[in-house]
């Protein structure tokens, strides 16, 4: 498996099947816990990517600018912009207070 597969993951589906074959090297001795933690991290940004994207495609799709998401969901407008650049690491209470602003449920700010 090569791990620079995924830089070119543009959605949840590709991660999924992508994090399910490399569960399936590690559990078959093919890596080493130290390997597969190291690109546990990688996954993890790339998932974390696919979220901004996510709330930048319902910003857009609610014909909010980042201001008006960031009040109507309460968080701070630097908050916003955060999310939507994946910068810095976010709480479950932001994510929870942006999809409450979208009248969706948590899982479904991690589809496509």
């Given at each position: 498996?090569?791990?620079n597969r995924l830089e070119s993951i543009t959605?949840?589906?590709?991660?999924?099947?992508f994090q399910k074959e490399y569960r399936s090297i590690y559990k078959e001795g093919?890596?080493?816990?130290?390997?597969y933690?190291?690109?546990?991290?990688l996954i993890f940004i790339v998932s974390t990517r696919l979220?901004?994207?996510?709330?930048?495609?319902?910003r857009k799709q609610a014909?909010?600018?980042?201001?008006?998401?960031?009040?109507?969901?309460?968080l701070s407008l630097a908050t916003i912009v955060s999310?939507?650049?994946?910068?810095?690491?976010?709480?479950?209470?932001?994510?929870?207070?942006?999809?409450?602003?979208?009248?969706i449920y948590m899982y479904e700010l991690f589809q496509d």
């Open positions: 498996m090569d791990i959605t949840f589906e590709e991660l999924e099947e093919h890596i080493t816990l130290d390997e933690m190291k690109n546990r991290e979220v901004a994207k996510r709330i930048r495609h319902l014909g909010l600018t980042q201001r008006e998401l960031a009040n109507i969901s309460k999310l939507e650049s994946v910068n810095g690491n976010h709480s479950t209470k932001s994510y929870d207070k942006v999809r409450s602003a979208f009248g």
